[in-house]
């Protein structure tokens, strides 16, 4: 069992900078893959970003790549999105996810923290 909290959503303005935060709980976290998801309002939850195990494999969304960057530190059993150069259509909703399985599918990850609200203003 893994509970996922997410920190560190808020406002800013475009070319800002946001950290995230997913902090776990459950002593198997560091054998799990951790995904981010967003959801804009209307809109169909996207794939972010997400991270191996062992923090030596990440993959990101076309859409993120050169911006974010995902990181974790097991022993704080927390993962880390790092949003750089902030644009409007960043704006959503960011959840953390954590599975069994290196993947984008969103239907491949059993546990999900409550989301953090991330809005860019233009």
């Known amino acids: 069992q893994v509970q996922l909290v997410e920190s560190g959503g808020g406002l800013v303005q475009a070319g800002g900078s946001l950290r995230l935060s997913c902090a776990a709980s459950g002593r198997t976290f560091s054998s799990v893959v951790v995904g981010w998801y967003r959801q804009a309002p209307g809109k169909e939850r996207e794939f972010v970003a997400c991270?191996?195990?062992?923090?030596?494999?990440?993959y990101y969304a076309d859409s993120v790549k050169g911006r974010f960057t995902i990181s974790r530190d097991n022993a704080k059993n927390t993962v880390y999105l790092q949003m750089n150069s902030l644009k409007p259509e960043d704006t959503a909703v960011y959840y953390c996810?954590?599975?069994?399985?290196?993947?984008?599918?969103?239907?491949?990850?059993?546990?999900w923290g409550q989301g953090t609200q991330v809005t860019v203003s233009s």
């Open positions: 996810a954590a599975g069994p399985r290196y993947s984008s599918d969103y239907r491949t990850y059993d546990y």
């Open positions: 991270i191996s195990w062992s923090g030596g494999y990440t």
